[in-house]
């Protein structure tokens, strides 16, 4: 047994020596892609070895580093990041405010007692009660999107004694067994059957449906507790609904005494060209569920804020939902930085500004290849470029790959890629990315 240990030790500290070097060795750096591909083949999941194999011409590319919009991989090759983790990286990677407040966090404090009063969360709370819309007041710290949901389905439940939900189609939420029940996308939901009962999908755009549905449960007697939707589906698409769909979502919560939650753990945070894209449409939500960039592309931290009436219960007894990491102290230094910063380099104007530049081009390069972009659209730097076929999407993901640019775009899911690079990125860098999407445009059409 201590030979099995020995041969542990050793090899976990060869692990670290790696991690603290500045610089690895031509020898060392082949040595991280062979042991991170056997890792995923014997210990993760070969399945991505596989899916890397077909989106990808060199399949082993380990990333390494990242700063400001891009990131490199071990071998030194620059990627334009497009893809910003599906948003994560709003104040872009490692940004050197977001770092300081985190390391110098770490060097007092790194996880909270969960006993004393700590305080970054109570200064966190603060921050988000003032830049959230209306009265949304009371924050619930979280460490993902998924877990965002989770709080806020409980919450809705626990505040009005209600137990259906209205969701839409295409939308979601995350994969956690209650976010998940919200969530549209069959293939992730059947394998899991049955879920948390008194859900109802109606179409996503469209307030009739939602309207029927709030009908129907009343009148069955299965009053509905909450309706939740994302303003802009991301992970469906980039779909916009019509203007006017929140503003009547949220009158027909009220008089249907349902909660409105929204979604905007993709959307929020300047990504869409204000801080929220709910303040598109003035609507203020009941619960407003945030992640992704809310850590700064840093650190973890998800919240789910909530209006002051629905705090009642858990004021009551505020171990009704708890959380051992959620709203630890890095996570929230992390989080207060993140706010400091988009405001400070006004990241959601410049997001409004960049994403109507980026549109247009793109709009220009749809014009220039009808056969093979079907439709670009998108608020902000979320924007969506939709295919005629899959396949030409995957093509389009895979040329723009070997070119140095991340999008999103899968074999079996690109018939819309989505564009979601750092807020920060600059002028050059968005024309850089229209150039190479250009060229992989009228490589692929030439190949129809
Ligand atoms: C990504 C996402 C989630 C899930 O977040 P995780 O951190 O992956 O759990 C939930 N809702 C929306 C709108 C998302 O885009």
Redesign the pocket.
Known sequence: MSKKYDGIIAQSQRYLDMISKEELTHEEKEWVVKETVDGFRENVNPGFLDYRKSVSTDYTSVEWRDSGSSFTDIWGKEFIDCLGG??IYNVGHRHPKVMKAVLDQLKRQSLHSQELLDPLRALLAKLVGAITPGDLQYAFFVN????A?EASLKFAKMSTGRRSFIAATRA????SLG?LTATAKGVFRKPFLPLVPGFHHVPYGSAEAVEMMLESCAFIGEDVAAVIV?PIQ??GGVIIPPDDYLPRLRELCDRYGALLIL?E??TGMGRTGKMFACEHSNVVPDII?L??AFGGGVMPI?ATVARKPIWEKLVDNPFLHTTTFGGNPVCCAAAIASINVLLEEKLPERSAESGAYMLGKLYQLAETYPAVVDEVRGRGLMIGIEFLTNELGYEVAKGLFARGVLVAGTLINAKSIRIEPPLIISKEQQDQVIERLSDTLKEVNAGL
């Open positions: 599906y948003g993902s999107g998924t877990e949901v979601f939420h995350g994969k976010s994302e991301g992970e979604d753990v993709q569920c992640a992704k998800g």
